[in-house]
């Protein structure tokens, strides 16, 4: 889910990514059984002893972003920043607030900065009892593996070439790896996209986003057909009556690999809108299907 939020709190001095040091000199992975409710990855955690669901969310900027709405919230400490907002186009007010733990299962983070707004929605769409986003911040120390046909992610230590440690070999032959950038405004990792079967016409960017529960495209399909002749429509709706569509998609993957996904289905979101490029928002119906590997130290997801 894309959240965007102020400039993330500074890591304080303080700030450790583990309390544990017998964790830290583990080369063992970190394992976080998942839970999905209607396409979001939720991990159990507990924040400063309140525990609940968080999401597990490469769209979110900073550490977290905690849920003010939860019932065992505490506001002691809280300070306004100002207003984010989420990937609806819903805007919300921010605070900030120290947090002296983060506990989920193996991973345990102490004494850092997180953000804090209203969730009132998304604890709704996610089954209740939801304490908040577990965001980028976290996740870049560990190149993090996301497989839903496990209902696991994994979270690796870096070596000093920053790869992965321990690597399990079924996540070592990936059948592509698709380097990515950063843009402003948005904290997941983008990369070109072609809405065909080749990287010969750029048609927008793709945003990889473990916090989406759908595949989605923002742009003008019905007014721009001869720009994006492959997409067509599925002629149904989805339950809120939003149009649907399927595409083949074309990623730009390191070494002049191509990867190709055929019939793509495509939520149309903000139907009508002319942005350019075409925004593809790559969400759960992808990664479920694929294992992926995100390395934030090289910039790069595997596929496999």
């Known amino acids: 889910m894309f959240v965007h939020v102020p400039a993330p709190p500074v890591r304080t001095s303080q700030e450790t990514t583990?309390?544990?040091?017998?964790?830290?000199?583990?080369?063992?992975?970190?394992?976080l059984p998942l839970k999905v409710v209607d396409g979001y990855p939720l991990v159990q955690c507990a924040v400063d002893g309140s525990r609940g669901w968080m999401l597990f969310d490469t769209g979110t900027d900073g550490s977290m972003l905690l849920n003010t709405a939860s019932k065992d919230f505490s506001k002691e400490g809280l300070v306004?920043?100002?207003?984010?907002?989420?990937?609806?186009?819903?805007?919300?007010?921010?605070?900030?607030?120290?947090?002296?733990?983060?506990?989920?299962?193996?991973?345990?983070?102490?004494?850092?900065?997180?953000?804090?707004?209203?969730?009132t929605d998304q604890d709704k769409a996610m089954g209740g009892n939801l304490i908040g986003f577990i965001g980028r911040r976290i996740m870049n120390d560990y190149a993090v593996v996301f497989d839903f046909s496990r209902s696991i992610v994994l979270l690796y230590a870096f070596d000093e070439k920053d790869d992965p440690k321990e690597m399990?070999?079924?996540?070592?032959?990936?059948?592509?790896?698709?380097?990515?950038?950063?843009?402003?405004?948005?904290?997941?990792?983008?990369?070109?996209?072609?809405?065909?079967?080749?990287?010969?016409?750029?048609?927008?960017?793709?945003?990889?986003?473990?916090?989406?529960?759908?595949?989605?495209?923002?742009?003008?399909?019905?007014?721009?057909?001869?720009?994006?002749?492959?997409?067509?429509?599925?002629?149904k709706k989805d339950a809120d009556g939003?149009?649907?569509?399927?595409?083949?998609?074309?990623?730009?993957g390191a070494y002049g690999k191509i990867f190709d996904l055929n019939d793509l289905t495509l939520q149309q979101s903000n139907e009508g809108a002319e942005p350019q490029p075409f925004v593809v928002t790559i969400g759960y119906p992808f990664l479920k299907e694929h294992v992926t590997l995100w390395n934030f130290r090289k910039h790069q997801i595997s596929i496999f």
């Open 80 to 119: 306004k920043k100002g207003e984010g907002t989420y990937s609806s186009g819903q805007r919300f007010v921010v605070y900030a607030k120290t947090v002296e733990s983060l506990d989920c299962g193996s991973l345990r983070v102490s004494h850092f900065e997180a953000y804090a707004a209203d969730q």
């Open 168 to 235: 399990d070999l079924a996540y070592t032959h990936p059948a592509v790896v698709i380097p990515y950038h950063s843009i402003a405004g948005q904290p997941s990792p983008v990369t070109d996209v072609s809405l065909g079967t080749t990287m010969k016409r750029l048609d927008g960017i793709a945003v990889f986003d473990s916090g989406a529960n759908l595949n989605s495209l923002v742009g003008g399909i019905e007014k721009d057909k001869a720009r994006s002749p492959n997409v067509k429509r599925e002629g």
């Open 242 to 252: 939003t149009p649907l569509y399927r595409s083949k998609i074309a990623f730009d």
């Open 18 to 31: 583990l309390s544990s040091t017998a964790a830290v000199k583990s080369t063992k992975p970190i394992m």
